[in-house]
């Protein structure tokens, strides 16, 4: 049977990246050595590594701009510290918009004044805060374009005039935006790139180097540019398989074509939604995210029901995060329309036989 996976990730992977990856796991470019056993500091890595943080600032149109891409550890948590370690030297802004803005500004708190400049908490996160100021003399602005748990998204970006931090773990390279309007970026691999393990960071070099703190090495952007994100042994694997899913999403027209895959898919499932009276949808209409449709049953005893109905049809991972309940699809970029196409069907069929 095959299996239609929408987990909320690790993520669903592009099935050629998966087959090459594994080819690489026992033979790296016929080189009679395994991906995850040769030097990290060998020609054959080296050249990866270099490839990978380039296709990354390719597809997001910054190249040439004053950024660096790098391929950190410690996940978009470990982020949440380095940001303000790097960044904050009186007080920053920050938009709360999810159970992950919430955790960023609770780590951020440790080193100095954080002042939250809207937040959506009150009403559970099912939308997206407007209308808000950003102080002009605040370090920095940060917020979350995508919010998994709670299925929102950030649809428009404020003018922001002072530097703009974003957390896009999960639709960095899923829609067209202009990305130079961020100061830094950054997104755990696993979300919408690769497997667990690495984070792409994206920085513009000249917002470095204000705070008065010294910086221990490995928090440090500017240590880990200067040493071309290899100033420690890399997670290898992660590196090279976001490598290879970032080959596939350029092979494929970029993300102007993901994106046009992704509005499909976002259209067939909301319209499911807002069609059958047996679901509910959780986020605000205009605040709904294209990554992860969040819904509810109308009528909790049909539960069982639908849940048999979709492990009958090879769906996974759609339960919902235990904070809101319900179901959640995750619809990542290497999610096929099929699979969406396949949800809508057996939601559709439970309409009929309920």
Not at 72 to 86: E, I, K, P
Not at 136 to 161: A, E, L, V, W
Not at 272 to 284: H, Q, S, V
Request: glycine letters at 6%.
């Amino acid at each position: 049977m095959k299996r239609h996976n929408f987990s909320a990730g690790p993520c669903v992977l592009p099935q050629e990246v998966l087959l090459k990856a594994s080819e690489a796991v026992m033979d790296l470019n016929g080189s009679g050595l395994s991906l995850v056993e040769i030097s990290h500091r060998s020609k054959d890595f080296v050249d990866i590594m270099e490839k990978a943080r380039s296709l990354a600032l390719e597809l997001l149109g910054l190249e040439g701009k004053g950024y660096k891409a790098l391929f950190l550890q410690g996940g978009a948590s470990m982020q949440f510290l380095m940001v303000a370690l790097n960044l904050l030297e009186k007080r920053a802004g920050y938009l709360n918009t999810g159970t992950w803005s919430d955790k960023a500004i609770k780590e951020a708190k440790i080193y100095d004044d954080i002042y939250e400049v809207a937040s959506s908490k009150n009403a559970n996160y099912n939308y997206i805060p407007k209308g808000y100021d950003i102080p002009t003399d605040y370090d920095y602005f940060h917020c979350t374009s995508n919010n998994t748990i709670f299925g929102t998204q950030m649809k428009q970006f404020p003018d922001c005039p002072i530097p703009m931090v974003c957390d896009m773990s999960s639709d960095i390279f899923s829609r067209q935006i202009d990305y130079s309007k961020f100061d830094l970026i950054y997104a755990g691999a696993q979300k919408n790139m690769g497997p667990a393990g690495t984070t792409l960071v994206i920085i513009k070099e000249d917002i470095l180097g204000k705070v008065s703190r010294k910086i221990p090495s490995m928090m440090d952007y500017k240590v880990h540019i200067s040493k071309s994100s290899m100033f420690n042994t890399p997670p290898v694997f992660a590196v090279y398989t976001s490598m290879l899913t970032m080959e596939w999403l350029k092979n494929l027209g970029g993300i102007t074509a993901i994106e046009e895959i992704n509005q499909k898919k976002a259209q067939l499932i909301y319209s499911e939604i807002d069609l059958n009276p047996l679901f509910k949808g959780f986020a605000t209409k205009e605040d709904r995210s294209m990554m992860n449709a969040t819904f509810t049953l109308a009528n909790e005893d049909l539960k069982d029901t639908f849940d048999t109905m979709c492990k009958e049809a090879g769906i996974n991972g759609i339960n919902g995060h235990r904070s809101v309940g319900g179901y959640r699809a995750s619809m990542y970029n290497a999610l096929p329309l099929e699979s969406v196409q396949i949800l809508v069907e057996v939601m559709s069929e439970l309409e009929s036989k309920a």
